[in-house]
């Protein structure tokens, strides 16, 4: 298993699924963790792990401001010396929108979330990181290499994530920084993501929308919220120091 002893790691979206999950497999490498999420306080499984005593704090934070973004560099200077060696970008949300019914509110609130939120959280680890290094993992999708008709904002947010990070990982090692920066692709995962965007569809529409995703993928099922958490911890250690710049796909056999 790849190691983050004595890391400081902060993860984004981290109240439930894939960051919930995330945040737990970081402390079983033996990082610290900022978890950060909308809500004012950490929900119960967060809680549980805070009361546990085990080295996780939690900030409230809404990735497309800028003002706490601002708000987490002040912490991490004042809380943890300024070391910050990991961030993972992975606050997100998916609203269902062909090109034709997606309203300009959908599409603008998808791009502020999942791409200006990454480009944000990048702009402010790469600040704090430059003098001694680190990795940031963004958490894209398969839904950056393929159209996906029923998400029309989501498919061009990931895909904008997804040459985002290859820009910041080539600026970043051509100024020497020590930084790597790259990308998970996760298939479908079952989290309230998927859940709750399906239940947005008419009863005949999400009935065909799941048989089809379902039919797509090898595998024969939907990830686990930990099968994404344990390739992101790869990514974040040094077990992958010679990559960045690269999109790790982890869907069941979906694209391939
Ligand atoms: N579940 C999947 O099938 C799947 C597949 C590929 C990629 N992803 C990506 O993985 C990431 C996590 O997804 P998930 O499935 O765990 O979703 P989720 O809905 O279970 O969790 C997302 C978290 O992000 C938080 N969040 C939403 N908007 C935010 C904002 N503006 N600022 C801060 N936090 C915010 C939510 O409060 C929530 O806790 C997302 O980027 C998603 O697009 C998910």
Not at 26 to 49: I, S
Not at 190 to 208: E, F, H, K, N, W
């Amino acid at each position: 298993m790849s190691r983050l002893d004595g890391k400081h790691v902060l993860v984004t979206g981290a109240g439930r699924g894939i960051g919930l999950a995330t945040v737990a497999a970081c402390l079983d490498a033996g990082a610290r963790v900022l978890a950060t999420d909308l809500a004012p306080k950490p929900g119960e499984a967060l809680q549980a792990l805070i009361d546990r005593d085990l080295p996780v704090d939690y900030r409230q934070q809404d990735v497309t401001r800028e003002a706490d973004w601002a708000a987490i560099a002040a912490h991490v200077e004042q809380h943890c010396g300024g070391v910050l060696d990991v961030v993972v970008n992975n606050a997100g949300i998916a609203l269902m929108g062909t090109v034709e019914d997606t309203a300009l509110g959908d599409w603008q609130r998808t791009l502020d979330v999942n791409l200006t939120g990454v480009f944000l959280g990048t702009k402010t680890a790469v600040r704090l990181m430059r003098a001694r290094g680190g990795s940031i993992i963004n958490v894209s999708s398969i839904e950056a290499m393929i159209g996906e008709p029923l998400v029309a904002a989501y498919n061009a947010s990931k895909g904008g994530v997804r040459t985002f990070t290859k820009s910041a990982a080539v600026h970043c090692a051509r100024q020497g920084y020590g930084i790597r920066v790259n990308s998970i692709h996760p298939g479908f995962t079952d989290t309230a993501l998927v859940s709750g965007a399906v239940a947005t569809l008419t009863p005949d529409r999400a009935a065909d929308f799941v048989g089809d995703v379902m039919r797509r993928i090898p595998m024969g099922r939907l990830a686990r919220p930990e099968e994404i958490a344990r390739p992101i911890v790869f990514l974040a250690s040094d077990d992958a120091s010679y990559m960045t710049g690269a999109e790790l796909v982890v869907d069941g056999g979906h694209l391939a």
